[in-house]
């Protein structure tokens, strides 16, 4: 057990540092006129709106929430309309569904990019022009072009148990969705511990045709 001196002064340090933090901001305030406030207050403003505006745009183009595409032709719509995008090409079968678990809960964490399934047996151009052989196989688009692959479940630890955090930082990547420091799905979940999908009785942990 570690000494309380050690703890506390371990604590005092920490503190310390939080409260110089905090003198440096108020020092840095107290250097701005009136002026200087007005027009930094008037850029968070300005700021606050255009994300605002940014989520409502998101929100109606189907942004936050995990949706299927009907046809190849939608899917060109679809990655038209969003900057970012993420395809999980699928089949019925074990490994897309565990996919689809946690293409869900992505969705629903990163509003500003687009989370969409497409089956791909019944989209054979689409199937054919990306190559897409091993399902699932997510589609990452960025400005109406496939920039990467997530292929079965090898960069995710070759297994269906691994967790939504490691799905979520393998996106971040790639870039097609914003991530900083913690994972967004930790924070929601406040410090719960994460439920992974059981793994599957097949040894594989993709599927290929």
């Known amino acids: 057990m570690e000494n309380p001196k050690i703890l506390e002064k371990q604590v005092l340090t920490v503190a310390k540092a939080f409260e110089d933090k905090i003198d440096e901001e108020i020092a840095v305030l107290d250097r701005l006129d009136l002026d200087d406030l007005e027009a930094l207050r008037e850029r968070r403003l300005q700021q606050m709106k255009k994300m605002a ?28 309309a969003s900057e970012r995008v993420v395809c999980h090409f699928y089949r019925e079968n074990w490994p897309c569904k565990v996919m689809d678990k946690h293409m869900s809960i992505l969705a629903k964490q990163h509003i500003e990019t687009r989370f969409v399934k497409l089956h791909a047996e019944k989209s054979p151009f689409l199937a054919e022009r990306l190559k897409i ?48 420091g913690e994972s967004s799905v930790n924070a929601s979940k406040s410090g719960k511990q994460t439920r992974s999908v059981r793994q599957s009785t097949d040894n594989d942990s993709s599927d290929s045709d």
């Open 53 to 80: 505006e940014k989520r409502s745009r998101w929100i109606a183009l189907g942004h936050g929430e995990y949706s299927e595409i009907g046809s190849e032709k939608d899917f060109f719509s679809v990655v038209k």
């Open 133 to 180: 052989v091993v399902l699932p196989t997510l589609a990452l688009i960025k400005n109406a072009k496939v920039d990467d692959y997530v292929v079965g479940f090898d960069e995710l630890g070759g297994t269906d148990e691994f967790s939504t955090e490691e799905l979520e930082e393998r996106l971040a990547k790639a870039q097609v969705i914003f991530f900083e």
